[in-house]
């Protein structure tokens, strides 16, 4: 499985950005779940959100509750992170990754146990 992200950028505070992850090659099954990371300079990789492609269950970090939301177009084999009021705080590489057999809920505890990873696409937010 060829994960590609894009749809980062450079954002004011309090603006809006929609990312993207296209999937390709593989096979998708109901038990997959697919999901966004980010990772800022000199911090950890932290799990962002995650949706289950087969019934659509999503799970949110806390920090993003209210402001992200995750979708997924399963016939397009496509998943979206709307990202709105946006801080710098946000700022970050984001990544998507897929784990299969997997609810939303426990890949947000996998940490880099991810069976596959997207590139990565930056978000800059300025204050």
């Known amino acids: 499985v060829q994960l590609q992200a894009c749809g980062g950028g450079l954002v004011q505070a309090g603006g809006s950005l929609r990312l993207f992850c296209a999937a390709s090659?593989?096979?998708?099954?109901?038990?997959?779940?697919r999901g966004w990371f980010r990772q800022a300079p000199g911090k950890e990789r932290e799990f962002v959100a995650a949706?289950?492609?087969?019934?659509?269950?999503?799970y949110y970090a806390d920090f993003v509750k209210g402001r992200f939301t995750i979708s997924r177009d399963s016939a397009g084999n496509t998943m979206y992170l709307q990202m709105n009021s946006l801080k710098p705080e946000d700022t970050a590489v984001y990544y998507c990754?897929?784990?299969?057999?997997?609810?939303?809920?426990?890949?947000?505890?996998?940490?880099?146990?991810?069976?596959?990873w997207g590139q990565g696409t930056l978000v800059t937010v300025s204050s």
């Open positions: 990754g897929e784990k299969r057999g997997s609810s939303p809920r426990a890949m947000s505890m996998m940490g880099s146990h991810i069976d596959y």
């Open positions: 090659g593989g096979r998708t099954f109901s038990s997959t779940s």
């Open positions: 949706i289950n492609w087969g019934d659509g269950r999503t």
